[in-house]
């Protein structure tokens, strides 16, 4: 009995202790300064010409309480916190509640977060999922209760939660989705749209109707069992034919969100600056988005992939001086899938990279002359162990070849034999100069691209050939300051020099073989198709797999990617090889109108001179192929040259 008394008497000073505490909580935040929660979370991305493109946590469009729809608001409370009015910030019924079923269901899908509690998640942009972050938003729910009255809060959370593409506020969502105020909804459309922000990549009803519409009579009934609305209402909500506009009328570009991901990805690494955003309520983040090359690559998507709803792109253009990322597309469309090819989907390269295999030859003794017999080969790696490497459409020359030529053609039998040559292990070496970070297999075939990249890791290692040699990481963000302007941050070029400058430029000139018509032979340049439609000087590589369609290309100005396939990998016909190079070539084209372009300077060390570009002999009289290919002084070729003898491994005076 004493016991029972002890327990007793210790539970009710727990309870009185418990009460002081959470009672001097409440009274501390009270006296705390004031957050202000219209302004507190918005964050502003602005493009290269410090024009707004995307507000978030804080939209473009704040619509106060009266001026958005009953309906809506009624709908909103009774999907996601019935109890809204009479609670301080916690439901603990709920909490407890949501505790029982995931403990029952070794689970964590049961929720518990009042208004106040995810309006206090949105307000703070913190990546963290911890403990501490946890603390911190018990605190602010506290703050935001003791500070604000019930309609305050509320106005506050349906003008800052993700409504889906994008769209953050009720606002903007209400104008994207229906083309209307917030006050002018239906109660059909109120229903749909609050439906969303529980998963908007699932319940938005611009990329799952029938799913999206499930959910919107779960709502409606649910307001009519708690007799928000009656019966009459509910049948003709459930009734109405929803109509969606689907777009924004300032910049609608079905792409942009990709680019917003990855700047938000790369603003996830800066956690000082997520700190001083809590305390200065806001941030504007500055990009290296152009909007023209955004609209030139989206565009050029559009025109060039009409009659196939299921293959996907990326496209990615980069300033190859800075390395900042001017345009990204990481989908055929947003509205349809947000995930991000561009950034996150690692896919075989195939033969873009050759290049660096190229370079790697160029610093070691070869020259654009250098030839070796191509034709259909097995090769002898040890014992019991061979390689039989293919070329496209198994089209062989038969003999020797220049690596001109080998470039032009993208001969698979040229690059294995340089590989080797070399030795496979320096093509690792070259290609983590360039900055590709993917830990990359020493084996034979890795010229030919068996490995899997993202295509902004190989599109950034492009830019480091575009940009001579010199490496700047790809980067996103230019500056970020607080609302009043003062910088936060600002990023620092790297321009650390990896590559030989006149090596590179003899490379990229090479490059230029791949559309160039004096290299038609035994076989066609791999980007003749596109030649007529270029009217500017380009270094190109193309490259594909039986799953996977590239072409990367560049010149002083901007580095320009496009990969093209499936998300289940499945394996392409010919009929989808065709829209890399067109979707490419309109790209730039488009990009560079009316812009002033050059190409590269011509070394002092480096000197042209006229040969076959097949044979990489001196061209004479009788050469049926004549072109300028480039030399460092001292190796160009003579009429007495060294030609390489692969089978003995020795120079020998050519006849």
């Known amino acids: ?96 509640k949501a505790a029982y079923t995931n403990l029952i269901n070794h689970s964590y899908k049961e929720g518990a977060s009042t208004i106040t509690q995810q309006y206090a998640k949105n307000l703070f942009l913190d990546f963290d999922k911890t403990w501490k972050r946890k603390l911190e938003e018990v605190w602010y729910t506290i703050q935001i209760e003791m500070n604000y009255s019930k309609d305050d809060i509320l106005e506050g959370y349906l003008n800052c939660i993700n409504y889906g593409h994008g769209n953050y506020g009720i606002e903007n969502a209400s104008k994207f989705y229906f083309n209307k105020d917030a006050k002018d909804l239906t109660l059909a459309e109120s229903a749909m749209l609050v439906g969303i922000p529980k998963s908007p990549s699932n319940y938005s009803p611009l990329l799952n109707e029938h799913i999206a519409k499930e959910r919107q009579l779960y709502i409606l009934k649910s307001m009519l069992n708690n007799k928000i609305i009656t019966e009459n209402e509910y049948n003709e909500a459930i009734n109405e034919k929803l109509i969606y506009y689907g777009k924004k ?59 196939n709803e299921e293959i996907q792109v990326s496209g990615i253009m980069i300033n190859p001086e800075s390395g900042g990322v001017i345009a990204l597309v990481g989908g055929r ?130 830019s480091t050939l575009a940009s001579l040699g010199v490496k700047n990481e790809p980067y996103f963000i230019e500056k970020i300051t607080d ?38 032979d035994y076989a066609y340049p791999t980007n003749i198709s596109i030649s007529s439609m270029l009217t500017h000087e380009y270094s190109i590589k193309s490259g594909s797999t039986d799953t996977d369609n590239w072409i990367i290309g560049f010149n002083p100005n901007v580095t320009t990617s496009i990969w093209i396939g499936y ?31 050059n190409w590269y300077s011509i070394p002092e060390n480096v000197v042209g001179v006229i040969v076959d570009p097949i044979t990489g002999n001196l061209a004479t009289d009788e050469s049926t192929h004549k072109k300028v290919l480039y030399y460092i002084k001292g190796t160009e070729p003579s009429y007495t040259q060294e030609v390489f003898d692969e089978y003995e491994g020795l120079p020998k005076q050519s006849e």
Request: hydrophobic share 35%; glycine share 4%; aromatic share 12%.
């Open 1 to 96: 009995m004493k016991i029972i008394k002890r327990i007793l008497k210790l539970s009710i000073f727990l309870l009185f202790i418990s009460i002081l505490l959470i009672g001097g909580i409440y009274l501390y935040a009270k006296i705390s300064p004031k957050i202000d929660i219209n302004k507190t979370s918005s964050y502003y991305l602005y493009d290269n010409n410090e024009e707004v493109f995307f507000q978030g946590n804080g939209t473009s469009e704040w619509v106060e309480l009266n001026n958005i729809n009953d309906y809506l608001k009624k709908a909103t409370i009774t999907i996601e916190d019935k109890n809204f009015y009479n609670h301080h910030g916690f439901n603990l019924l709920r909490i407890m």
């Open 249 to 307: 009328d300032k910049l609608n570009l079905n792409t942009i969100m990709y680019y917003q991901d990855a700047v938000l990805k790369e603003l996830e690494t800066m956690n000082t600056i997520v700190k001083t955003h809590l305390e200065n309520g806001g941030i504007k983040i500055y990009t290296t988005l152009d909007l023209n090359a955004q609209r030139s690559l989206e565009n050029s998507i559009n025109d060039n992939i009409k009659d």
């Open 333 to 462: 469309n947003y509205n349809k899938s947000e995930f991000n090819r561009a950034i996150n989907a690692k896919r075989q390269v195939g033969s873009i990279m050759k290049p660096f295999l190229y370079y790697n030859a160029l610093e070691n003794g070869f020259t654009a002359s250098t030839s070796f017999l191509s034709q259909e080969t097995t090769f002898s790696l040890g014992t019991n162990n061979t390689y039989a490497p293919k070329n496209y459409n198994n089209v062989y020359p038969n003999k020797a070849i220049s690596m001109a030529a080998a470039i032009s053609f993208s001969d698979n039998i040229y690059a294995i034999k340089t590989h080797l040559f070399l030795g496979s292990e320096n093509l690792v070496t070259t290609a983590k100069r360039v900055g590709i970070k993917t830990p990359l297999n020493n084996i034979v075939s890795l010229p030919l691209g068996t490995v899997e990249l993202t295509p902004l890791e190989i599109t950034s290692a492009y």
């Open 483 to 520: 609302i009043k302007g003062n910088i936060l941050y600002e990023h620092q070029k790297t321009n650390e020099i990896v590559l030989n400058n006149s090596t590179t430029f003899i490379l990229n000139d090479l490059l230029k073989g791949t559309y160039d018509y004096n290299m038609i």
């Open 567 to 597: 998300d289940d990998n499945k394996p392409m016909n010919n009929n989808d090889f065709k829209y890399s190079k067109k979707i490419w070539a309109n790209t730039m084209e488009s990009y560079l109108k009316d812009k002033e372009t």
